[in-house]
């Protein structure tokens, strides 16, 4: 089993900066997908960023620019640098691993529990 957790969700102005963190713990066989969703009241879950094992990110359309997905390997760490943001950038954010198994073809998917950022002035 691996257990994730975000930090360093808070308030911040419009224009602010925060860094989001996610730690792993438990054993990690291999990584396919490292991401970040965010959710917001009364909306569906959504995709901000991703890395894949490659290196390789990509980007919802309303963060490129500001937003910066990241990770540590060695400790096994997702980041989320965020940048210029905006009040609509107002969600729970979320991290999420797609990690490999020692049992060819299987995958397994893990979130953590979400830290809240909310852009206001």
């Known amino acids: 089993q691996v257990q994730l957790a975000e930090s360093g969700g808070g308030l911040v102005q419009p224009g602010g900066s925060l860094r989001l963190s996610c730690t792993s713990s438990g054993s990690i066989f291999s990584i396919n997908a490292m991401a970040w969703y965010r959710q917001a009241p009364g909306k569906q879950r959504e995709l901000v960023a991703v890395?894949?094992?490659?290196?390789?990110?990509n980007y919802r359309d309303s963060v490129k620019g500001r937003f910066t997905i990241s990770r540590d390997n060695a400790k096994s760490t997702l980041y989320l640098q965020m940048n210029s943001l905006k009040p609509e950038d107002t969600a729970v954010y979320y991290c999420n691993f797609d990690l490999g198994t020692s049992d060819w073809g299987k995958r397994e998917v893990y979130w953590g529990q979400g830290t809240q950022v909310t852009v206001a002035s």
């Open positions: 890395i894949i094992s490659g290196g390789s990110t």
